[in-house]
């Protein structure tokens, strides 16, 4: 399985996916600060793979502390939530891991755990975190594959995979457990502008995988289902509201408008900390806007003329009605998904 973070002696190593497919290059994060970056500057992107780099982050940073007093170490325990907390604003995942490390800090400060016994505790919840994940990835994958035929080709945007997740994917788990299955499964990868996170990492994953991998530029995908070249979408998600409303990778929306145009399931696949019961529905999301830069240029290669304004929102929102059926770890939600989906969190 892809490696794409990892707890190394008293480093976090991760995968550097703005190197790739062109270098396999790892980086080293010695502090919380060089974890944050990381999630910032998309070393690691993906929602789960997000939200287990920010708790290894506070694991990492409080392990280095130098802090004897309990106080003390409260106080930088909460900056280094904080500093997790301001990387990146759309991916819920983020949060919920966040909660989770506040949470066992708390349980365990309370019953007067010691700073030393506080590092181990919140080391052992990181590593819980990245596990879990792993294990969410394959349960959703055996849940998702019994939606796709025994021949299909099958449509995906951005990457929600391995390098996504703690290992496996999302999305791309879905079509590895159906590929596993014996099912016959082509992929048409969205390249996915600014950040071509389809062209570089999802091509890469799959390929690596032996999985029939065709890489398509974003205004293809309706050429090619009006060619009924196209059997089911199936995405990832970085936050799902309580109706179902599900925030992923700009460029979502358009694919899922004309999926339905042309009557093609559209599937998203998720695991549970990324579906957000207080945010009630899609415009509650908040959305990244990203640096000019990003759609600027490619590598250092200027395409735009000075002068003309960009925006570069990072992820949009795709409204319930057009979601076949969302699959987590713990089975398969279909509309309506305000009820569905809180009798899977009950
Ligand atoms: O900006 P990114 O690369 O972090 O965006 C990633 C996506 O939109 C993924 O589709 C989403 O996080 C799901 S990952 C399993």
Redesign the pocket.
């Known amino acids: 399985m892809l490696p794409t973070i990892e707890w190394k002696g008293d480093s976090v190593v991760m995968i550097d996916q703005r190197k790739l497919p062109a270098a396999e290059i790892y980086v080293r994060c010695r502090t919380a600060t060089e974890v944050a970056r990381a999630i910032k500057t998309?070393v690691i992107?993906?929602?789960?793979a997000?939200g287990v780099a920010a708790a290894m982050g506070i694991a990492l940073g409080m392990r280095r502390s130098k802090a004897t007093g309990t106080k003390q170490f409260v106080t930088e325990f909460q900056k280094t939530c904080d500093l997790m907390a301001g990387t990146?604003p759309t991916?819920v995942n983020l949060f919920w891991a966040i909660d989770r490390m506040k949470r066992v800090f708390a349980e365990a400060a309370q019953a007067g755990a010691s700073v030393e016994e506080l590092k181990n505790r919140l080391e052992a919840e990181a590593h819980g975190i990245h596990d879990e994940d792993v294990a969410s990835c394959r349960a959703m994958g055996a849940h998702g594959a019994t939606l796709v035929p025994d021949t299909a080709r099958i449509l995906t945007?951005?990457?929600?995979g391995a390098l996504?997740?703690a290992g496996y994917?999302?999305?791309l788990g879905v079509i590895r457990a159906a590929a596993e299955g014996g099912k016959k499964v082509a992929v048409l990868a969205d390249e996915t502008r600014p950040?071509l996170?389809g062209a570089r990492l999802t091509a890469w994953e799959l390929v690596k995988d032996g999985i029939d991998t065709t890489v398509i530029t974003d205004n293809m995908a309706g050429a090619l289902m009006r060619l009924g070249h196209v059997d089911l979408v199936v995405?990832?998600?970085?936050r799902i509201a309580a109706n179902g409303d599900t925030a992923?990778?700009v460029g979502t929306y358009s694919v899922a408008v004309l999926a339905r145009e042309h009557g093609i399931p559209f599937y998203v696949a998720?695991p549970i900390s990324t579906v957000d019961l207080q945010t009630p529905d899609g415009s509650g999301i908040p959305i990244e806007e990203r640096n000019d830069r990003e759609v600027t240029h490619v590598g250092t290669s200027r395409l735009t003329p000075e002068g003309a304004r960009i925006r570069n929102p990072?992820?949009d929102v795709t409204p319930a009605k057009y979601i076949t059926a969302i699959i987590t770890e713990r089975g398969i939600a279909r509309p309506p998904f305000a009820e569905s989906l809180a009798r899977l969190f009950a």
Not at 157 to 160: D, I, K, S, T
Not at 235 to 238: E, I, L, M, Q, S
């Open positions: 998309m992107r993906g929602a789960p997000i990146r991916a945007h951005c990457n929600a996504a997740t994917g999302t999305a950040f996170q995405v990832g998600a970085d992923n990778k998720a990072a992820f």
